[in-house]
Structures are given as C-alpha cells and as structure tokens.
C-alpha cells in the first residue's frame, strides 16, 4: 500500500480491545446511539407549533405554506438521522450474538414504522402544500412586424394546474395540523425512547457476554 494511503488511515481500538484501521482526514464524525438519541429530542423542539383557539387560516396561504416547509425540514432531517443508525449499529456478523440481533431486529423493524406512518400520513399534505402540480402555458402572443413578414412570440408562464385543489390542501392541512404535529412527536418520542432500550440490552447482552467467557 502507498504512502500517501497510509496518510489517511489511524488505528483505533474498539470497545473489545482489537485495533482496527479507521480512515481519517475526510472530516467524517460517526454519530454514535446516544448522539443520534440525542439529535432526535432537538428536533422535537424544532417542529412548528399550532396556534391555539382555531389553530391555522387557511386564507393565510404564506402562514400555511411557512408552517408546512417548517415540519418538511424537521422530517427529512428526521430521515436522514436514521440514516446514520446502521452504522452506528455496525458490527461484522459474527460478533454480534443472538440476542444482540434480535434487539437490532426489533429496532430496524421500529424505525420502518415510524418512518412509514409519517411518509404515508403526514409527508403527502405537507406536498400537496408546498409542490402544487404546475404546468407551463402560454400568458400571451405578442405579434410584430418586420418588413413584410409577421413575427409572433409567445411568453410563458407557470401556473398552478387547479388552484381549487390547492386550497383544498390548505385547509386540510390546516384541520389536521394538531394531529399532523402529533403524529410526528409521537413517532419522535417513541424512536428516542426505542433507541434507549436498545442501548439498554446492548449493555445487558455486553454484560453477559463478558460474565460467560470469564475463568
């Protein structure tokens, strides 16, 4: 192997004693369980809150469409945090135990959950919201004349395909923000809370497995 090569590699040692060879330089910073833990409760704070008494106008179509790009960026911010679970979970088949891969089972199996309640329940509205169907037509025809000959240029504009249906969203949107705002806490909480028991039998499973090989 080059020298230049080994310039962005270092060894580390991990939690079992072995060294291995991580590659460095790159300005990568593994997240670990409890930083991902950890992110998850700041963007419950992060997501838009609801006013109260009669909640959103729906007439207010700026408010709407800024509250609905508030919660699109905490979800996908959500996604991609998910993202970094499976290699802060990493470990090489067969070093993990029986029961330290039914823990990362049920977690996979959580995460799929969550993420698929709030792709199919709140990600549409916030869409129909924020990324209307637009067409491209045509404003007007402008018609000049150079010589004998008729020039026509038309000048295009986008235009929203059925505004009836946008507004529709709105106040869908706006009728169902409480419970749209719920349904991502709750998916949030349980996530953050998923994440400690996992943690919680990594430990356990550590434990026992150190108690076993023990003379």
């Not at 997501?47 to 109260?52: A, G, K, N, S, Y």
């Not at 106040?171 to 996530?191: D, E, G, P, S």
């Amino acid at each position: 192997m080059s020298s230049s090569s080994n310039d962005h590699k270092k060894r580390r040692k991990t939690e079992n004693g072995k060294k291995e060879e991580e590659l460095v330089g790159d300005g990568y910073e593994s997240l670990s369980m409890k930083d991902i833990q950890d992110r998850i409760i700041e963007l419950c704070h992060r997501i838009p809150t609801v006013p109260e008494g009669e909640g959103m106008n729906p007439d207010d179509a700026d408010a709407v469409k800024d509250w609905a790009a508030q919660l699109q960026a905490v979800v996908e911010e959500f996604n991609l945090l998910l993202c970094c679970i499976s290699a802060a979970t990493y470990k090489w088949g067969s070093e993990r135990s029986g029961a330290a891969d039914q823990s990362l089972n049920v977690l996979s199996a959580e995460l799929g959950n969550s993420q698929d309640q709030i792709s199919s329940s709140v990600t549409p509205r916030l869409t129909n919201v924020l990324a209307p169907t637009v067409d491209l037509v045509i404003e007007k025809t402008i018609t000049t004349k150079e010589g004998d000959a008729e020039i026509k240029k038309n000048e295009f504009v986008v235009k929203i395909v059925d505004p009836d249906f946008l507004i529709l969203c709105r106040k869908i949107l706006c009728r169902n923000a409480k419970l749209l705002r719920q349904v991502c806490l709750a998916n949030f909480h349980k996530i953050h809370r998923c994440i400690g028991d996992y943690l919680i039998a990594e430990k356990k499973d550590s434990n026992h497995d150190s108690r076993g090989f023990s003379y």
